[in-house]
């Protein structure tokens, strides 16, 4: 059930992107959607990095880390998907000197760190739905946009604050 | 399973109770709202909120502490929600939708036993909001309201994350949320 929900999306979003692939005056919406994805894709690969990070040295209840590391996979994966084929050219991204630093300060300073990064995430999300030309990838990035605040949920659960803190949730940006 | 499928059912008839009075398309022209406004969209989305704070106030009493103070906490986020969308509706020209008593859709709503089937039915009803605001989200014009409608979808799945842990599940449990 869930691999069906799953691929269907991915199809979605990736028969979208093809669907950019006609030339013409869909061009500049291609590309600022392009675009659009581009960063929530090197959001997403972020926090597959944390997670990936606090898996490896074992900052949170057994699987939970393994288990949102996961989940930002295969957001990952079906942004790529919805990707593929734009003649986009590969980004590599670098390890954050701030993701060392909350790790190597243990498991409070780890989950205040992913809290921030998962709201900023949320941000990204509620800005492309906000600006995205084609419609065909609304739903999928809502979804995803949804899976990040559940998220949220875990990480303040973890930390022992109170978990659903906002009745209207668009993250917070980076810079605000 | 069926059970299931019948408070869904359930939920899904109060809303379309309340909606029938008011919600649903966008209006003709000349009554306010612009067609393709998104007040009709939006209309719809507030009759089920209204539907589902009279499904908390049902199911909430056979919850005992600390769940209860959980579903209360769900119960005034969802309160925010109606005034925002109702507000969002006005500042379209359009008339938000009105929810009625809570005894108007208590018929429709299933027999709740004990606390799991209240938590089931707090499940459902989540699982059903969150569906309807991503839903929401293809039909509204593009801007400040896809805005709207995702945070609300986000706030949405939050509840069902605190509702999946209350009843001892994973709170994420899947990659992609979607509702039903």
């Given at each position: 059930m869930k691999v069906d929900r799953r691929s269907a999306l991915i199809a979605a979003a990736a028969g979208a992107m093809a669907a950019?692939?006609?030339?013409?005056?869909a061009a500049a919406q291609r590309g600022s959607d392009r675009d659009l994805l581009e960063r929530l894709l090197a959001e997403e690969r972020g926090l597959q990095s944390m997670y990936e990070a606090a898996a490896r040295r074992g900052?949170?209840?057994?699987?939970v880390a393994e288990l949102l590391r996961d989940h930002e996979r295969q957001h990952a994966e079906g942004i790529e998907e919805a990707l593929s084929g734009t003649g986009r050219a590969p980004v590599a991204s670098v390890p954050s000197a701030e993701l060392t630093r909350a790790v190597s300060r243990g498991t409070r300073a780890f989950l205040r760190y992913a809290l921030r990064i998962e709201s900023e995430a949320v941000a990204a999300y509620a800005n492309a739905v906000t600006n995205l030309r084609d419609p065909d990838l609304l739903q999928p990035l809502g979804s995803i946009m949804a899976s990040e605040g559940q998220h949220l949920v875990v990480l303040r659960e973890l930390l022992g604050?109170?978990?659903?803190?906002?009745?209207?949730?668009t993250g917070r940006k980076a810079v605000e | 399973m069926s059970g299931g499928l019948t408070r869904r059912s359930a939920i899904a008839v109060a809303a379309v109770t309340v909606s029938s009075c008011g919600g649903g398309q966008d209006p003709p022209s000349g009554r306010g709202a612009r067609p393709g406004s998104g007040v009709g969209v939006l209309n719809s989305v507030l009759a089920l909120e209204h539907a589902s704070l009279a499904a908390y106030a049902a199911l909430a009493e056979r919850l005992a502490r600390p769940e209860r103070s959980r579903a209360q906490e769900i119960v005034e986020q969802e309160r925010e929600h109606v005034r925002r969308l109702s507000d969002l509706i006005e500042g379209l020209g359009g008339t938000p939708v009105a929810g009625r008593a809570t005894r108007d859709y208590a018929p429709s709503f299933p027999r709740l036993r004990d606390a799991g089937d209240a938590l089931l039915l707090a499940h459902d009803i989540e699982e059903r909001q969150v569906r309807a605001y991503l839903e929401a989200l293809v039909k509204l014009p593009a801007g400040p309201l896809r805005r709207s409608a995702a945070a609300l979808a986000t706030s949405e799945a939050e509840h069902l994350a605190l509702v999946q842990g209350l009843r001892g599940e994973q709170m994420a449990q899947a990659a992609f949320v979607t509702g039903t």
């Open positions: 950019g692939g006609r030339p013409g005056a900052l949170l209840v057994p699987g604050a109170r978990p659903s803190t906002r009745a209207y949730e | -």
